[in-house]
T-cell receptor
Framework: DAKTTQPPSMDCAEGRAANLPCNHSTISGNEYVYWYRQIHSQGPQYIIHGLKNNETNEMASLIITEDRKSSTLILPHATLRDTAVYYCIVRVAGQAGTALIFGKGTTLSVSS | DTGVSQNPRHKITKRGQNVTFRCDPISEHNRLYWYRQTLGQGPEFLTYFQNEAQLEKSRLLSDRFSAERPKGSFSTLEIQRTEQGDSAMYLC??????????????FGPGTRLTVL
């Protein structure tokens, strides 16, 4: 799977949008971009994934550049409960045995 | 809630003892994964089942680690002769194979193991 690069930490004020970047310059055409987050001492939580189109769900929006070499996860109105480590992962979806390969992620701190 | 469940949530054991953890996946999910997470690191893949077949186990950390999924439903992860370096969070995830979507993995809350 392609490697990803994320900033180690980011800060965000409560109520503002949090924009978390991810670089995946070696992504292959059949690889999806997945985002998970992990709140302290809990299991990772799935947020969103996409292939090449922008995606939105009740938690977040995912913006993927046209060349697919980078993406941004957007939390439109961050709350204190969004403080977590956010992981950007690329993988071939559905292929047997393709585990998620986690990096160190971005620690997002939301403050009031 | 019908998410992934793991038991126990916490386990404290003495070095040299055997421990077993259980994972119950989301109902009808046919794929089940085990990961390990040490402090300050992201989860690390250990092994994977499709139904009852263990299709990937080369990432198991040593021959002291073994996993089963006897009827294609719940799974167990056993660590024999535990060592202090085995102290970690052990995570389980499940997913539905292609044909129903993109095989998104959903994680349980984890079992935190402390080896004294």
């Amino acid at each position: 799977d392609a490697k990803t690069t994320q900033p180690p930490s980011m800060d965000c004020a409560e109520g503002r949008a949090a924009n978390l970047p991810c670089n995946h310059s070696t992504i292959s055409g059949n690889e999806y971009v997945y985002w998970y987050r992990q709140i302290h001492s809990q299991g990772p939580q799935y947020i969103i994934h996409g292939l090449k189109n922008n995606e939105t769900n009740e938690m977040a929006s995912l913006i993927i550049t046209e060349d697919r070499k980078s993406s941004t996860l957007i939390l439109p109105h961050a709350t204190l409960r969004d403080t977590a480590v956010y992981y950007c992962i690329v993988r071939v979806a559905g292929q047997a045995g393709t585990a998620l390969i986690f990096g160190k992620g971005t620690t997002l701190s939301v403050s009031s | 809630d019908t998410g992934v469940s793991q038991n126990p949530r916490h386990k404290i054991t003495k070095r040299g003892q055997n421990v077993t953890f259980r994972c119950d996946p989301i109902s009808e999910h046919n794929r089940l994964y085990w990961y390990r997470q040490t402090l300050g690191q992201g989860p690390e893949f250990l092994t994977y089942f499709q139904n009852e077949a263990q299709l990937e186990k080369s990432r198991l950390l040593s021959d002291r680690f073994s996993a089963e999924r006897p009827k294609g439903s719940f799974s167990t992860l056993e660590i024999q002769r535990t060592e202090q370096g085995d102290s970690a969070m052990y995570l389980c995830a499940s997913s539905l194979s292609p044909g129903f979507g993109t095989d998104t993995q959903y994680f349980g809350p984890g079992t935190r193991l402390t080896v004294l």
